[in-house]
């Protein structure tokens, strides 16, 4: 079994960054790619960024327009997302996912908020 931590959301005002931590737990060797993702109330759950076991970034949401970094230790079990110039629309539970043993992994959940 794998267990996925999230850290680090909060309340930021927009053009500010902030930096999302997960940490994961467990059968961490038996973990393949990783991701976050992130959903708000009434919509979809949508991905914002995605990284191969080997630490490459593979993917982006359309919104991220290179405002954000995935990035990922494997020494530390850790997959950190730091995100730059957040807006409004940035607004949302970020969650983080990992790949294991043929099973998808969630964490609970970190609550970002963008203020005007």
């Known amino acids: 079994q794998v267990q996925l931590a999230e850290s680090g959301g909060g309340l930021v005002q927009a053009g500010e960054s902030l930096k999302l931590s997960c940490l994961a737990s467990?059968?961490?060797?038996?973990?393949?790619?990783m991701a976050w993702y992130r959903q708000t109330p009434g919509k979809e759950r949508e991905l914002v960024a995605r990284?191969?076991?080997?630490?490459?970034?593979?993917e982006f949401g359309d919104f991220v327009k290179g405002r954000f970094t995935i990035r990922r230790d494997k020494n530390k079990n850790t997959v950190d997302l730091q995100m730059n110039n957040l807006t409004p629309e940035a607004t949302a539970v970020y969650s983080c996912?990992?790949?294991?043993?043929?099973?998808?992994?969630w964490g609970q959940g970190t609550q970002v908020t963008v203020s005007t």
């Open positions: 467990g059968k961490t060797w038996t973990i393949g790619g």
């Open positions: 990284i191969t076991r080997g630490g490459v970034p593979r």
């Open positions: 996912y990992a790949r294991a043993q043929g099973l998808d992994c």
